[in-house]
């Protein structure tokens, strides 16, 4: 689960899921291989504390850029025995940093530096600075620190108190990983006070156990390098590590056990975030969904309500089989329509085109002006939320796409012939006279079509609305004398249904401007479940374990 949708907890989330990544790839998965691989102590700690200095002095040659312009580290450097080369390739630790064995100015590489001064079994890295004016080295420092067995942090009498190593200081004790701490540059009568301070503070926050180790201040040589008398409580320690493989071996446990710790509280937290994006995936699907499916039957009601059948349709179709005169004549004479029916088929019907005309252009309208009105809706309720805000940017969605009034209009057309062929099917059993010949396949397909828009009228009221009602009765009474009542029945529930069908897939590609962007995102159902079972897997695996 990437959490793609800006919920409340998906910054959060992604930051932690892209953390514990780094660290099962940089850290977890490789020691878990290699147990007994070379303790990794990763120097690090605020700017100017003099961290390269150190690791130059320690090995007793400059192999770590120190100086005064900042940042001075921008490449870390991993200084090792040459024995313990092997383990530092980059399918082990680190492994997407590539390595170099020269100096990279640019940055983004690991510089392996192989010394026998540095004992067997122990690799110091130096790390850019917590601290940095450089958005990227305090990245990497982070990634580095994740990384390490042992973090060794840096400072100085003037600087102990920082806030930002004490960030750091704080996620150690946290995950329970070791650390050991370099006082560095304190002035020899200073010593005692500094020192009782600073342990006092380790203490407070729960690294009273850490080694404290000090570098009294004094000037460097034309190299660079501090006296050895000056790091010789540092050498000493590494030293010590270096001959004592169960102190390796239980700081190398304590450190991963407290990583796999910290990895799994997280996991809580991701499984819930999860949760959210799932539900927020849903409820902007289901928000697309309830518009345009409230838009579909709006148009399926507007449709067959009668509404259609007044203004151009109306008088398009009076034109076609008659005048408005005779059309009430006929209205008022219900049980004379058999002989009515018979005479008009005896006529000449006008043609059928404008009749066709006025329902395309009243019924594309309508569906235009409903797919409008979803389309401010569904761009409104997207906007209400962070989620669909971030979908949308600064696309305006609260009109219908620009070529929509043209696939409206061929979608009727195509439901037209599709309501001629209906009429035709239909008819290919039937004998037709040549009165009904007269009136034409394109006549009893439009009587169906005023039928369909009648469907759910019921009984007409008012001057205007009387009239259409009429129409329809006497459009349905022409295909009952032809097909019988029960085909009208079937044929108009047919046309019917085919009308909405297709509506519906309009307003479908409609709303896939919404949808579409819902598309790809890796937002996957019961992800969340799945971290918590993976979570109670791991758990008991460590339980057995200990």
């Known amino acids: 689960m990437q959490y793609p949708l800006e919920t409340n907890d998906a910054e959060t989330a992604r930051s932690t899921r892209r953390d514990m ?4 790839d940089d850290y977890i998965l490789p020691r878990l291989d290699q147990l007994d691989a070379p303790l990794l102590a990763v ?10 200095t150190l690791v130059n002095s320690l090995v007793r040659r400059k192999v770590s850029d120190a100086g005064v312009l900042r940042p001075t580290t921008r490449s870390p450097v991993l ?3 040459p024995d313990d080369v092997g383990w530092f390739d980059e399918l082990r630790v680190l492994p997407d940093l590539p390595r170099v064995a020269i100096h990279d100015q640019a940055g983004g590489a690991l510089r392996l530096v192989a010394d026998d001064r540095l004992p067997a079994g122990v690799a110091i890295l130096d790390a850019p600075d917590v601290d940095s004016v450089v958005t990227e080295n305090r990245t990497l420092a982070a990634q580095l620190l994740a990384a390490a067995d042992l973090w060794l942090f840096v400072t100085t009498a003037a600087r102990y108190s920082d806030a930002v190593p004490w960030d750091f200081l704080r996620a150690a ?14 002035a020899p009568e200073a010593v005692s006070e500094v020192r009782t301070h600073l342990a006092a503070m380790l203490a407070e926050h729960g690294l009273g156990d850490a080694p ?9 040589d034309d190299s660079g390098l501090l006296p050895e008398e000056a790091v010789a409580s540092v050498r000493a320690w590494l030293d010590g590590l270096a001959a004592d493989e169960s102190a390796r071996n239980e700081i190398v446990r304590r450190t991963l056990d407290g990583a796999i710790g910290g990895a799994l509280r997280q996991v809580p937290m991701l499984a819930d975030a999860a949760d959210h994006q799932v539900e927020a995936l849903t409820r902007l699907q289901d928000e697309i969904a309830h518009v345009y499916g409230k838009a579909a039957k709006r148009i399926d009601a ?8 007044r203004g151009e349709v109306l008088a398009r179709w009076q034109d076609f089989v008659g005048t408005g005169d005779f059309m009430r004549s006929l209205e008022a004479r219900v049980g004379r329509l058999r002989d009515k029916v018979a005479a008009f088929l005896r006529g000449r019907p006008q043609p059928a085109a404008a009749v066709e005309e006025a329902i395309e252009h009243g019924l594309a309208a309508m569906i235009v002006e409903e797919a409008n009105r979803a389309a401010e809706k569904a761009d409104g309720r997207w906007r209400d939320s962070a989620a669909g805000r971030a979908l949308l940017g600064g696309d305006d969605l609260t009109r219908s796409a620009s070529d929509l009034p043209a696939r409206s209009a061929a979608t009727v057309r195509e439901w037209q012939d599709s309501v001629l062929s209906m009429v035709k099917s239909e008819g290919a059993d039937k004998r037709f006279n040549a009165r009904l010949l007269s009136f034409g396949v394109n006549g009893l397909g439009l009587a169906l079509m005023i039928v369909v828009f009648a469907s759910t009228a019921g009984i007409p009221t008012g001057a205007e609305v009387g009239v259409a009602g009429g129409t329809a009765v006497v459009g349905q009474k022409l295909l009952e004398a032809i097909f019988g009542d029960e085909a009208v029945r079937r044929l108009a529930a047919r046309a019917r249904a085919d009308l909405a069908q297709r509506v519906e897939e309009l307003l479908r590609t409609e709303s896939a401007r919404f949808t579409d962007r819902l598309g790809g995102l890796p937002v996957e159902a019961g992800a969340g479940d799945a971290l918590r079972a993976a ?5 008991q695996a460590r339980e057995d374990a200990a």
Not at 21 to 24: N, T
Not at 302 to 309: C, I, P, R, T, V
């Open 173 to 186: 004790a946290d995950r329970q990983a070791a650390v050991a701490v370099v006082l560095d540059r304190v």
């Open 43 to 52: 120097v690090g700690g605020s700017t100017g504390a003099g961290k390269s």
């Open 535 to 539: 979570l109670v897997t791991v758990e």
């Open 79 to 81: 200084v090792h025995h």
């Open 21 to 24: 990544l780094a660290q099962l």
């Open 302 to 309: 507007a449709s067959a309500d009668g509404s259609l059948l």
């Open 212 to 220: 404290l180790l000090v570098v009294e201040e004094t000037a460097p």
